[in-house]
């Protein structure tokens, strides 16, 4: 075989579906992972498992690997974010060229990527921080591609991005540019914020409709609104996922109720807290796995509250799904809000018409929701600039109100839907009791405070400790 037109990193479940995906495609590949240990015949069992593709070459000495690669060289690595990925860079660059090409395809933090990329361009090395979102199914069939980096450095592998992408309903590549050194995994890493929110909705509506329906019904129920504008991926699973069985046993119900995380949710909070934009549903979202993990805490204080009851009354379907469509608006408009501020603060200018287009498919946040939203971004940014979206808001505020009270009456916590809520209703409110925190700072701290109908911009001090009315 002549030289591969492309390189893999690391053969773990997505670089093994990403190379296969790749092949398949038509282009020759070469794959390297390190062989220590346990990971010792990683590579010889890969290329054992799948002989029918001869465009794979597999290797184990990196320098190798290295050379195998046509020039510039275009190599994916596929490994876990974090110090890692600064060892393997250090180790490759030994071995490239100026003008080879580094994809790092792992959920790595963005502001490492923009340090990497900026540490790389002075050997004149391409480097793309690339947000890659489908699973282990959507990277063998087709993934949601988010890459970033140099304009320059894109167009040398964008042809093979776009290939192996999944397609939208125009059989467009779910691939494509978003902006300078760490915008595709900042990108990626807001997917994952909205991703753990809509999660966590369907949870949260699953615990309240279990209290009077069996998973059968609950699965038909989600199905039936799959088939509705509340069509999404994870709806569609959440469906399955109810009604499979094993030894006559609904798996569902064997499955211990301690969620697990890999961080990129609380990065999205932390940066949210960090410039000031409220994500109040993907925070709530992560708050919610944590509280998950207080397993046995949660059982013995369960019992100090039995107080189960005997006749739950859950509102009629209607109402929760225009609760749940609700929930969702909010949930993406806060993504796309944190989205739009941080792209200003790094002179980004994302498409945010386009970033959603290439969620419309591929990756695990797709859904109807998302194509109608990329609809809306071409022509405002800004989604409660649309009459759809805030009159659909309007009238389902009494349907999420009526949700929330049924959750207290039977005491199901619903974290998202009453962040959605009480956001909702905080931006829809002329004047928050804020007033009297500024109040409260300049008491104790002489922060001062601006007055009411005053445009000069001006900040007063009162001396609070004085009689009242001096």
């Given amino acids: 075989m002549n030289k591969s037109e492309f390189g893999v990193i690391g053969l773990g479940v997505m670089g093994k579906s990403l190379s296969l995906n790749i092949a398949e495609s038509g282009f020759n590949l070469s794959v390297y992972n390190r062989s220590d240990g346990a990971e010792a015949n990683i590579v010889s069992d890969f290329i054992a ?67 990497r990329y900026e540490s790389l361009k002075t050997k004149r090395i391409h480097f793309i921080g690339c947000g890659i979102s489908g699973g282990e199914e959507g990277a063998r069939k087709g993934p949601s591609l988010m890459p970033g980096g140099n304009i320059n450095s894109y167009k040398l592998v964008g042809s093979i991005l776009e290939k192996i992408s999944a397609k939208d309903v125009n059989n467009n590549p779910c691939c494509a540019y978003i902006a300078n050194d760490g915008a595709g995994h900042f990108v990626k890493m807001i997917h994952n914020g909205i991703e753990y929110a809509e999660m966590q909705l369907l949870a949260e509506l699953y615990a309240l409709l279990s209290l009077t329906m069996p998973n059968e019904a609950i699965s038909e129920l989600f199905s039936k609104w799959n088939n509705t504008d509340l069509s999404s991926y994870l709806l569609e699973i959440s469906a399955k996922i109810l009604t499979k069985k ?63 009851n005997s006749n739950p009354n859950i509102p009629n379907i209607q109402i929760l799904e225009d609760a749940y469509r609700f929930a969702r608006i ?53 989604l409660f600039d649309h009459n759809y979206i805030v009159n659909t808001l309007k009238t389902s505020e009494f349907s999420i109100s009526e949700l929330i009270k049924s959750a207290i009456t039977n ?19 002329k004047r928050l009791p804020a007033n009297l925190i500024q109040a409260q700072r300049d008491f104790f701290g002489a922060h001062t405070y601006q007055k009411l109908n005053d445009a000069s911009g001006k900040f007063y001090h009162t001396n609070w400790a004085k009689s009242k009315n001096s």
């Fill in 49 to 115: 498992e799948n002989s029918g593709f001869k465009n794979i070459l597999g290797f184990k000495d990196i320098q190798e690997f290295v050379n195998s690669i046509e020039k510039p060289r275009k190599i994916l690595m596929m490994i876990k974010a974090g110090t890692v990925v600064d060892a393997v860079i250090n180790q490759l660059t030994q071995f490239l060229d100026p003008d080879d090409v580094l994809v790092d395809g792992g959920n790595s933090y963005f502001l490492d990527t923009k340090r």
């Fill in 246 to 308: 094993k030894n006559g046993i609904y798996i569902i119900d064997t499955i211990l109720d301690k969620a697990g995380n890999k961080g990129t949710g609380s990065w999205s909070s932390k940066l949210a807290l960090e410039i000031g934009v409220p994500t109040t549903m993907m925070t709530s979202a992560v708050f919610a796995r944590y509280l998950s993990s207080f397993k046995t805490k949660r059982e013995h204080l369960s019992k100090l509250v039995a107080t189960k």
């Fill in 411 to 429: 005491r199901v916590p619903l974290d998202t839907y009453w962040s959605a809520y009480n956001y909702w209703i905080s931006m829809t409110s």
């Fill in 330 to 382: 909010i949930n993406h408009y806060q993504g796309f809000e944190i989205i739009i501020e941080t792209s200003k603060e790094n002179n980004w200018d994302i498409n945010l018409s386009e970033l959603a287009r290439i969620w419309t498919n591929g990756c695990i946040i797709r859904s109807e929701l998302m194509r109608n939203i990329s609809e809306l971004f071409k022509s405002k940014n800004d």
